[in-house]
């Protein structure tokens, strides 16, 4: 156990609680109930009313990091870790990287967006990447459990507020990088430069491992780095596109492969590549991948693809100019006859992104729906009005109810129709002011569906 901890309702009897100052909570207004269960310690910034030692600290928060680091990376560093970071496929790679690693007869654990998987556990998590404490609890905790790979998503933030402090990468890995996220790093140099730190935090042996077709990649020095791309290490020779998956035919020093996936979309031919090349560079024969790929599928919400009659619905996490982009395009890219899009923005997020979104989506879309994503705490119709901003197309409707929305869309479909509901992907929730509602997309699709067949 660890002897650390920041949540006074989990203290256990013997624990140093440590009171950190967050966004909306201050630990130190807690401290009395982590002593009633047990602390034997404190870590504070201020003087406090306590019947237990404590220590004033300048930063609690800072604390824990250097303690996590000192005492606890010791205990993790025979993990082989994968990190990866990128705007998008960061959850679509790494979660094929797992499924492979265990068709391949390896002990692996996954920790991202859609959850912490090892074993026969799966545990939700309120961040791609957890804070510090967590992380390592649960690194800690996949390794008494035997785990020997365990491949990670790590957001920028999680590197920029020093959430993976102490932990070195076998392999780190970069998808590609858009706008996101800029209410939190202000510029895209900002947003890059967070980006490049992942490789500081590499094993001595430690590898990166790059899309060389991303307009970003020229950042990194990719004479040290390996490569995938159109003119890579691992180089993409061409692919046949279908509705249920997709034939990628690619090389490598001189040997040419091919490889059919469960995948579709052109931009997922570079997240299999890129799991491909981080399990041939960790030792695996690009041969005996191949032959497990046919075993493995996307994660939910990632492209996820139901068949609607003669159509299909397919539900994606896509919530960036550049994931909507890519998304619409590479079904534009397969049969079909209309592509329908229901799509909404994020409130209480960049708001620069909306009418980005907004102009992509009409202008790539026959029609398009848009929709509440998360308003969280913002007015819905302030957020439409960003998205539809500048906006000359008039092949789009508004209607603020997700699930209507999504009903609409699919009451549009006649035959070989795609339609594409993007931004929450895995989600099964909706935030609306302060509450969290369940609401999940395919929940929504497969229903509709079933009241057709009645």
Do not use: W
Request: hydrophobic content about 35%.
């Amino acid at each position: 156990m660890i002897k650390y901890e920041t949540d006074s309702r989990l203290v256990k009897p013997g624990q140093t609680f440590i009171a950190i100052k967050g966004y909306t909570v201050d630990g130190h207004d807690y401290i009395e109930e982590a002593i009633n269960n047990g602390a034997s310690e404190l870590i504070v910034e201020k003087e406090v009313n306590s019947k237990v030692p404590y220590k004033i600290v300048s930063s609690s928060e800072e604390f824990l990091k250097k303690k996590m680091e000192e005492e606890y990376s010791p205990l993790i560093n025979d993990l082989k870790l994968i990190g990866v970071t990128g705007t998008n496929g960061k959850t679509t790679t790494c979660f094929l990287i797992y499924q492979l690693l265990k068709e391949l007869g390896k002990k692996t654990a996954y920790l991202g967006t859609v959850g912490f998987y090892y074993n026969d556990i799966v545990k939700e998590l309120n961040n791609t990447t957890p804070d510090i404490l967590t992380l390592y609890k649960l690194l800690i905790e996949a390794k008494n459990n035997g785990v020997e790979y365990l491949v990670m998503e790590v957001s920028s933030h999680a590197i920029a507020l020093g959430r993976i402090n102490g932990l070195k990468f076998n392999i780190g890995a970069f998808t590609n990088l858009s706008q996101d996220h800029l209410d939190f790093h202000k510029t895209m140099d900002e947003y890059l430069a967070t980006k490049l730190k992942l490789k500081d935090h590499l094993s001595k042996d430690g590898v990166m491992i790059i899309n060389s077709d991303e307009e970003y990649s020229k950042s990194f020095d990719l004479s040290k780095a390996i490569t995938i791309g159109k003119n890579a290490d691992y180089k993409i020779i061409n692919n046949d596109y279908y509705q249920d998956s997709t034939i990628i035919n690619f090389s490598y020093k001189e040997n040419n492969y091919s490889v059919k996936t469960n995948l579709i979309s052109s931009f997922n031919v570079y997240n299999y590549l890129m799991n491909l090349a981080i399990l041939h560079t960790l030792g695996f024969k690009i041969e005996y991948i191949i032959n497990k790929t046919q075993n493995i599928y996307p994660p939910k919400g990632r492209c996820e693809s139901i068949k609607v009659g003669q159509s299909y619905a397919v539900v994606d996490y896509a919530h960036t100019p550049d994931a909507v982009e890519k998304t619409i395009k590479a079904h534009l890219e397969l049969e079909h006859n209309q592509i329908i899009t229901v799509v909404g923005c994020g409130g209480d997020r960049d708001p620069k992104k909306r009418p980005l979104m907004g102009n992509i989506a009409t202008s790539l879309s026959d029609y398009v729906i848009f929709t509440n994503d998360n308003p969280r705490t913002e007015d819905p119709n302030k957020i439409m009005d960003d998205i539809i901003k500048d906006n000359k197309s008039d092949n789009y409707e508004i209607i603020l109810d997700r699930k209507e929305a999504i009903e609409k869309g699919l009451s549009m479909l006649k035959e070989k129709d795609f339609l594409l509901i993007l931004g929450k992907g895995h989600e099964t929730y909706q935030i609306l002011g302060h509450k969290k509602i369940h609401f999940d997309d395919s929940e929504v699709v497969k229903e509709y569906s079933k009241k057709m067949e009645i």
